[in-house]
């Protein structure tokens, strides 16, 4: 118990920002063996090998994305019940989460492996890159039962307060990635498929200590009664999961979309896209890490009825994300290029090429980033309030920005167009994301 913590006492600065420091860490490791992976591979195997991992970025995001986004749902029901100390609903809440979860890591391995091609050949991946992305996806869809049991984790103990296990999971994975990487690609030469085997492996590492933390606290130790499925909990929690679940699926969706028509440029093109879009994790792993801190904090307050406290910590939560992402843009832009020059070997002819197109993407999402960040702040608060229908219907003007900035910029602007749909899409979602918190706490103005 003792990494536990109860958000609804103490000042709501100080616990946002020391909720956020090992999320932080751990999203940052996180993003270290994503990265190894791809400047393993780009030095490695080559141009093209990174190409083949770009093409399969998206598909791989959005069955992560399904992962993610359930659990993350699953983890505002925890906090609430937690928050309201509430132990035996907490306890019915996680078993009934635990089989829901098994039944979503069935089916969406059984729709990855069946699939995968027809979406390959819808999103016109480049027959020269065809066969890298296929044996990649392949491999990264039979760990799914480990993605989703790994975050179901997780996110039980950020419910409970706990950021500092999850990022002890990560160092420890991250270290085992980087290890098994450099054995597997560089000393037994296998690839791509080696850096996906890596991956999966350090995911497992991650899995079992979160459950060796998770075994020693009482509280959540579910009995044989608590896995028999209730129809009202299961409508909770799947109420809250499956809109999550969706939003990440449609701004996957949208991604697939963008790739299609990046595709459309060549593997050259795609391989610059590909070695910014490995550091867009490294430029929100912040927003990640004070969103989740702004979930638990306002779910937990929630749950104990205290809006005013809600309200309170927003604008500490806010204030700190909005500070660190010009901090984070400012990095970028005086060391975006030697960073982006890892991923890209030297040897290759077309290297300034890929460079190229890879900083000036980079530069286009630092200038914008603070609405990235208020993205994440908003979303996550409304999420915490128990609003996941809100930040649904954000994902979806995500989508829409996005997919018509992809497929009617390029047409006025060539190349040029692509960058800005990641933008736009930032921005029609943010938007939405801000007037609905507002709208929603000016609702409970009279609420302490």
């Not at 616990?15 to 860490?25: G, N, Q, T, V, Y």
């Not at 890298?132 to 997780?154: C, D, H, K, Q, T």
């Not at 209730?230 to 999961?241: D, K």
């Not at 975006?336 to 890892?342: E, K, V, Y």
Request: include cysteine; proline fraction near 2%; charge should be positive.
């Amino acid at each position: 118990m003792e990494n536990t913590r109860d958000m609804t006492k103490g000042s709501p600065a100080r616990l946002l920002f020391f909720f956020a420091i090992p999320l932080m860490l751990g999203n940052l490791f996180q993003q270290l063996y994503t990265m190894v992976d791809t400047i393993i591979v780009g030095q490695g195997v080559g141009v093209q090998a990174l190409a083949s991992l770009g093409a399969a970025d998206w598909l791989n995001w959005l069955f992560q994305g399904i992962a993610t986004g359930l659990t993350q749902g699953f983890s505002i029901l925890f906090a609430q019940f937690y928050g309201a100390r509430n132990e035996e609903a907490l306890k019915k809440s996680i078993g009934n989460a635990i089989v829901l979860t098994l039944a979503a890591a069935v089916l969406l391995t059984a729709a990855g492996e069946i699939l995968l091609t027809s979406i390959l050949n819808l999103l016109k991946t480049p027959q020269d890159i065809y066969g890298g992305a296929s044996i990649y996806l392949r491999i990264m869809f039979g760990g799914i039962p480990v993605v989703l049991f790994y975050n179901l984790e997780a996110a039980l103990l950020r419910a409970l307060g706990d950021s500092k296990s999850p990022l002890i999971a990560m160092v420890v994975a991250a270290c085992t990635n980087i290890v098994l990487d450099l054995l597997f690609v560089m000393v037994f030469h296998w690839g791509i498929p080696g850096a996906a085997a890596a991956t999966i492996i350090a995911q497992c590492v991650s899995l079992l200590y979160c459950f060796a933390v998770i075994r020693k606290i009482s509280i959540v130790r579910p009995g044989r009664e608590d896995f028999r499925l209730g129809r009202s909990l299961c409508r909770q929690l799947l109420g809250l999961g499956i809109p999550v679940m969706f939003q990440n699926t449609v701004i996957s969706v949208g991604g697939m979309v963008v790739q299609s028509v990046i595709n459309g440029f060549g593997f050259l093109f795609v391989a610059g896209f590909t070695a910014t879009n490995k550091l867009y994790g490294l430029l929100e792993t912040a927003a990640i890490s004070f969103g989740f801190s702004i979930t638990t904090f306002v779910a937990q307050n929630m749950g104990a009825g205290n809006y005013g406290r809600i309200r309170k910590g927003m604008r500490s939560g806010a204030a700190m994300a909005l500070l660190t992402s010009v901090a984070v843009s400012a990095v970028m832009l005086l060391f975006g290029r030697q960073i982006l020059s890892l991923f890209i070997s030297a040897d290759a002819g077309q290297a300034d090429e890929v460079l190229y197109i890879a900083f000036h993407y980079l530069t286009i999402m630092s200038i914008f980033l603070a609405v990235l960040y208020a993205l994440h702040a908003y979303r996550c608060a409304l999420q915490g309030l128990g609003d996941t229908v809100t930040p649904m219907v954000s994902g979806i003007a995500e989508f829409v920005m996005r997919v018509l900035a992809a497929l009617l910029l390029p047409r006025v602007m060539g190349q040029e167009g692509i960058y800005y749909a990641e933008i736009l899409a930032w921005i029609g979602a943010a938007a939405i994301l801000v007037t609905a918190y507002y709208r929603r706490m000016g609702r409970e103005k009279g609420r302490v």
